[in-house]
């Protein structure tokens, strides 16, 4: 499956950004990375379709959230409250394999990426 994700931008701290996946099929686990420079990459958010186990980093609990348009097959990451750590290319990925829970955040688990979207905070 190929991927596009898109929204990025250049936002204030304090703002809000909404990012979309395309496709997202409805089916094994479907979430978001993030890389900023000079850092690994690191686990953002995730959904598992089967039984809509969602899971969030540490760093964006509370403040992002996952949703879907099932109609236009359509993941979106809702990122509010943004701050500057906040900033960095944010990937879609996707596997239709049913991970376990301790493995949604691992990347290495997932088969398809987006080509990342910018995103970046102003302090």
């Known amino acids: 499956v190929q991927l596009q994700a898109s929204g990025g931008g250049l936002v204030q701290a304090g703002g809000s950004l909404r990012l979309s996946c395309a496709p997202s099929?409805?089916?094994?686990?479907t979430g978001w990375f993030r890389q900023a420079p000079g850092k690994e990459r690191e686990f953002v958010a995730a959904?598992?379709?089967?039984?809509?186990?969602?899971q969030y980093g540490d760093s964006v609990k509370g403040r992002f959230t996952i949703s879907r348009d099932n109609a236009k097959k359509t993941l979106f990451l809702e990122m509010n409250n943004l701050k500057p750590e906040d900033t960095a290319v944010y990937y879609c990925?996707?596997?239709?394999?049913?991970?376990?829970?301790?493995?949604?955040?691992?990347?290495?688990?997932?088969?398809?990426w987006g080509q990342g979207t910018q995103v970046t905070v102003s302090s």
């Open positions: 959904r598992r379709w089967s039984d809509g186990n969602t």
């Open positions: 099929i409805r089916s094994g686990v």
């Open positions: 990925a996707a596997t239709t394999a049913g991970l376990i829970v301790s493995s949604i955040k691992n990347g290495s688990y997932y088969k398809s």
